[in-house]
């Protein structure tokens, strides 16, 4: 398994009037939480992506179980529980700065290639950065 | 069983560089798509708001089937199946102007009172609109 | 001068904390008004910019007067006074559905060729829809 | 003079479909560096919130030189150049991580009191933070 955590400041411009962060904004948490799992492998989503291979989202879950308010400071917990074939699976929880578990979520994502906007298999590079993580199941 | 259905135009914000609407952003056209199906009843949400009644979203699932892009006019449609208790679902699917459907979600919601932060039952004013929906199930 | 009004409503996503539409969000109305003012003159962007022009903000300012609120039916007025060069100016007001005005604005956009990377002259159609507008100057 | 300087990483989320940081989203990153130049004081905009201050803008205005692009690592560097009285007037210059100039900005905000809605002065414990910094002034 692979697991990441980043913190993330809540920003004003993502709460709502009902002084919580509004519930679309999650995703965007989650897909920085994602890149930066990447960046921490020694891998650069934009590099990936500038060089023909991008990773849409097929599908996107979560419970939101408690609310996030302004200026929390999140952990953001992601984890890669299988080694990925064309689909990657991300599972995440969201903490705030006291411990309090707020969020859970598991995304599905494609690797599709820009040129023939066709699901491609993941890159080599990548499968090599995530392999050491997953020995029990090669 | 209630549905309504709605347009929405993709904006020029809600698109990434993927030249896709951002995965993020469907969570706001349900958001639009829930509000504008309780106006079609004659039911304001805002104004159960100001008398102390909201409505967080517990759980959020979605499958993005084709991509919308920009300047797309959305049929949203939004669906009720069930007379809601302390809950109430929504189903939801996207169409573009070509009758191609591009996603489906789902969201559960609570009815909470601003004043206790605690689950509360749905107005009676809500569940007498809903009702003639639902004559089977009564 | 070219003068188009639209009707935007307030969503929640749009909303932060205190209440009010937050401030950047506007930007986004005001993107909403130029697409549409230009859709009522038979003319879309969408187009333009898939035959090659589009058109980046280099200048944008301004003034909060009155806050908007969630469900606001605002009404965006946009006025174009000079016939357009290369740059595009417009000016906003934004009133809310009891006619008070909440905000005002100006853009100056400019016409990229997306092959080119570089300004480029107003496409001629665009211009031909716009000269009855501004007879006097011509 | 104060001045302090962040870091912003541009998430994917923040693009358009022009490959670059859409205009609004700016004002998210100004916002951002507002409150963690207040940080950087030892003072929390949430807390001044909590106590019934808030800071509403009044007015923004910005010139967009070079686009900001998916990943880039911005440097927001953020000014104020007068002692505040009931309005508080920031500038800010934005650069990429090879120190191009992207954007200039500046906003205008305001001192209210959450329990009346009118303005009111700076708090005394946030004028003696920032004081130290204009003494030629004083």
Same mark, same amino acid.
């Given at each position: 398994?692979?697991?990441?955590?980043?913190?993330?400041?809540?920003?004003?411009?993502?709460?709502?009037?009902?002084?919580?962060?509004?519930?679309?904004?999650?995703?965007?948490?989650?897909?920085?939480?994602?890149?930066?799992?990447?960046?921490?492998?020694? =891998?650069? @989503?934009?590099?990936?992506?500038?060089? %023909? +291979?991008?990773?849409? *989202?097929? #599908?996107?879950?979560?419970?939101?179980?408690?609310?996030?308010?302004?200026?929390?400071?999140?952990?953001?917990?992601?984890?890669?529980?299988?080694?990925?074939?064309?689909?990657?699976? =991300?599972? @995440?929880?969201?903490?705030?700065?006291? %411990? +309090?578990?707020?969020? *859970?979520? #598991?995304?599905?994502?494609?690797?599709?290639?820009?040129?023939?906007?066709?699901?491609?298999?993941?890159?080599?590079?990548?499968?090599?950065?995530?392999?050491?993580?997953?020995?029990?199941?090669?």
């Amino acid at each position: 398994m692979f697991n990441h955590n980043i913190e993330i400041r809540v920003r004003y411009a993502e709460t709502d009037k009902m002084g919580f962060v509004y519930y679309g904004n999650y995703a965007t948490y989650f897909e920085v939480a994602r890149v930066e799992s990447f960046r921490s492998l020694g =891998f650069s @989503y934009k590099t990936m992506e500038d060089q %023909g +291979v991008m990773m849409p *989202v097929l #599908e996107y879950k979560t419970k939101y179980i408690k609310p996030a308010v302004y200026d929390d400071l999140l952990i953001v917990k992601t984890f890669i529980k299988e080694l990925p074939g064309t689909r990657i699976r =991300f599972e @995440y929880e969201v903490y705030n700065q006291d %411990g +309090v578990l707020l969020n *859970v979520a #598991e995304t599905s994502l494609v690797f599709v290639s820009s040129e023939t906007k066709r699901p491609c298999p993941m890159p080599d590079y990548f499968l090599d950065m995530l392999k050491p993580y997953f020995t029990n199941e090669l």
